[in-house]
């Protein structure tokens, strides 16, 4: 039930509906611990099919969460970047590429709209973005499977760092042991 309900979701991992995602949302939903009117991103099409597939009434969006609004993308004004990569590092979906102290760039395809790298900007340099109608661009699941895809290879990614940090870690700590010995 728990990917069925994440399923219907935007995938934006904007963390608007009080959880850490949409997976811990659609856990929450699972387990009752949630309301199915929490996701603005989702807005009313995303209640009415929630509300569709646990046999429940739909209902308002939920204000105290945030209003639905058109899908927008993160833009960063590039003169402006002096790319401290903290929007690289909010991004839960890896649409930001740049390196340290250079210009950084959002993938626009990618994008979510999730506004998760606006705040942690310290230059201001990031505006959102309304995302112009295109005949090219996927329709809202497909968006919404790049993105749950995106979303899981860069946790995917970031375990894999934790664990070679460990290791490392664990290398250095048993020579720095050995030297000891010695």
């Known amino acids: 039930m728990i990917e069925d309900i994440n399923n219907l979701l935007p995938q ?3 963390g608007q509906c009080s959880f850490k995602g949409c997976r811990p949302y659609a856990q929450a939903m699972a387990e009752g611990r949630a309301d199915i009117n929490q996701c603005p991103p989702g807005g009313d099409e995303g209640i009415a099919a929630l509300a569709a597939l646990l046999g429940v009434p739909p209902k308002p969006l939920n ?3 945030g209003e639905h609004k058109p899908k927008q993308v993160a833009f960063i004004i590039e003169q402006d970047c002096i790319g401290c990569v903290k929007c690289i590092a909010a ?3 890896d649409a930001i590429l740049g390196a340290a102290k250079f210009m950084h760039t959002v ?3 990618e994008c979510t ?3 998760l790298c606006v705040a942690p900007c310290p230059v201001d340099c990031i505006v959102m973005q309304p995302v112009a109608a295109d005949a ?3 329709d809202k699941r497909g968006q919404a499977a790049l993105a749950k895809r995106r979303y899981e290879a860069r946790l995917l990614r970031k375990a894999q760092e934790e664990a ?3 290791e490392r870690a664990r290398l250095k700590k048993a020579a720095l042991l050995k030297v000891k010995a010695v």
Do not use: I, S, W
């Open 164 to 166: 070679e940090k460990a």
């Open 107 to 109: 993938l626009a395809a």
């Open 12 to 14: 934006t991992q904007c």
């Open 113 to 115: 709209g999730c506004e």
């Open 91 to 93: 991004c839960p979906v």
């Open 136 to 138: 090219h661009r996927l």
């Open 63 to 65: 204000p105290a969460f």
